[in-house]
């Protein structure tokens, strides 16, 4: 517990123009992997546009390990096909929370990271000051694949014990 810094909560929003993997359509679901850690969204049956809404948690001890995602395509009697993957850096939203930031208003945006080589974002994602917390919005541009998007939330879960930021 003493290694840990804290809690990183992964909101799995959606998924926007995911490849077709079936005759028409895709069972998507997502795996999230920090370090040794691996978590998995639900499957949604034939939508190439899903609804997760789904939150994962990953425990975060070292701030400069890339999160990793994969998207894919859950197949009854085949192993599943990898529908694209992408990968992000915490440690933009990290810094943020080690700011000072109570007695700002709602809203106000902290950090902007733009979309480059190397990174994953089809846009550019604020880090914002929201009800309290510090929470980073970002929408991934899936690699390996022809199409595919994913739209994710950060937010943080401090903690009593971990060694904090």
Same mark, same amino acid.
């Given at each position: 517990?003493? $290694?840990l810094? !804290?809690?990183l909560?992964?909101?799995?929003? +959606?998924?926007? $123009?995911?490849?077709?993997?079936?005759?028409?359509?895709?069972?998507?679901?997502?795996?999230? *992997?920090?370090?040794?850690?691996?978590?998995? &969204?639900?499957?949604? *049956?034939?939508?190439? =546009? %899903?609804? #997760? =809404?789904?939150?994962?948690? @990953?425990?975060?001890?070292d701030?400069?390990l890339?999160?990793?995602? &994969?998207?894919?395509?859950?197949?009854?009697?085949?192993?599943?096909d990898?529908?694209?993957?992408?990968?992000?850096?915490i +440690?933009p939203?990290l810094?943020? @929370? *080690?700011m =000072?930031?109570?007695?700002l %208003?709602? !809203?106000t945006?902290? &950090? +902007?990271?733009?979309?480059c080589?190397? $990174?994953?974002?089809?846009e550019?994602?604020?880090?914002? #000051?929201q009800d !309290?917390q510090?929470?980073?919005?970002?929408?991934?541009? @899936? +690699?390996n694949v022809e199409?595919?998007?994913i739209?994710?939330?950060?937010? #943080?879960?401090? @903690?009593?014990g971990?060694r904090?930021?």
């Amino acid at each position: 517990m003493e $290694n840990l810094l !804290g809690l990183l909560r992964v909101r799995v929003k +959606r998924g926007i $123009n995911l490849a077709v993997r079936d005759v028409r359509s895709s069972d998507p679901y997502v795996v999230v *992997k920090m370090a040794k850690q691996k978590l998995k &969204t639900r499957v949604v *049956k034939k939508d190439v =546009n %899903p609804e #997760w =809404n789904e939150d994962l948690t @990953l425990s975060v001890a070292d701030p400069n390990l890339p999160v990793m995602l &994969t998207v894919y395509d859950h197949d009854m009697f085949s192993k599943d096909d990898k529908m694209g993957d992408a990968e992000f850096d915490i +440690r933009p939203f990290l810094e943020a @929370l *080690k700011m =000072n930031l109570s007695g700002l %208003p709602g !809203g106000t945006i902290i &950090t +902007r990271i733009q979309p480059c080589r190397s $990174n994953c974002l089809s846009e550019e994602s604020n880090v914002v #000051w929201q009800d !309290g917390q510090v929470v980073q919005d970002m929408c991934l541009r @899936l +690699r390996n694949v022809e199409c595919g998007e994913i739209e994710l939330q950060l937010q #943080w879960i401090k @903690l009593p014990g971990s060694r904090g930021l």
